[in-house]
């Protein structure tokens, strides 16, 4: 990975759905401070509501189908590498990537999950965090890896689960903190590098 230098860290975000993360992220690579800018957005599904957020903000954005895995991910390595893509950030982004890929990509990968991490890996974590009684929840931006949310972890918040949650208002409370953890973690890694 490139030295910062005051230069700013091209980087591409891969969603599949909404994409509020997108949103966000969007946000905060406009501020002058902020060391990334954003110059593709990856869907895999072309009705993804969150390619709205790239369109607005003219960011030129690419549906990939991952049907034919092998075409795509050389594909996907030749967008990125056009576009001098430095860092990846996954945002509610739907498919696992190979481990050929993230090997061949050879840059940080970071992922947004919510949990905390290591519990509650995959699908449904709100759902189970409510079914379990768990008197705290959270998200976790970690490294991608070939394992399903299992790298390294950057950075995590906490945040308290009432007895009054159900799905809906925990989901709504954790994505919350996760627009505002994103961004940090992004700074903390790549200050770090
Ligand atoms: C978020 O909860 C993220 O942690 C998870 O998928 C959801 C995506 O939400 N990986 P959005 O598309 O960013 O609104």
């Not at 997108?22 to 406009?30: D, F, H, M, R, V």
């Not at 709205?52 to 903000?57: D, E, R, T």
């Amino acid at each position: 990975m490139e030295k910062l230098n005051g230069k700013k860290i091209n980087t591409a975000v891969f969603i599949s759905g909404r994409g509020s993360n997108l949103k966000s992220l969007i946000k905060y690579s406009k501020k002058k401070s902020s060391p990334i800018i954003i110059r593709l957005v990856i869907s895999n599904n072309l009705n993804a509501k969150g390619l709205i957020h790239a369109k607005k903000s003219n960011i030129k954005s690419y549906v990939i189908s991952f049907k034919h895995k092998n075409i795509t991910y050389k594909k996907l390595l030749n967008k990125l590498l056009s576009n001098d893509i430095n860092l990846i950030c996954l945002a509610g982004f739907m498919k696992i990537l190979s481990k050929n890929f993230i090997k061949k990509f050879d840059k940080p990968i970071l992922n947004i999950h919510p949990s905390l991490l290591p519990k509650y890996k995959g699908l449904n974590t709100h759902k189970r965090v409510i079914k379990n009684n768990e008197k705290y929840s959270g998200a976790t931006v970690h490294l991608v890896t070939e394992k399903l949310d299992s790298g390294r972890i950057i950075l995590k918040k906490k945040i308290r689960v009432s007895k009054y949650d159900n799905e809906k208002t925990l989901e709504k409370k954790v994505l919350k903190i996760e627009h505002l953890i994103y961004p940090k973690a992004i700074e903390k890694l790549l200050f770090s590098l």
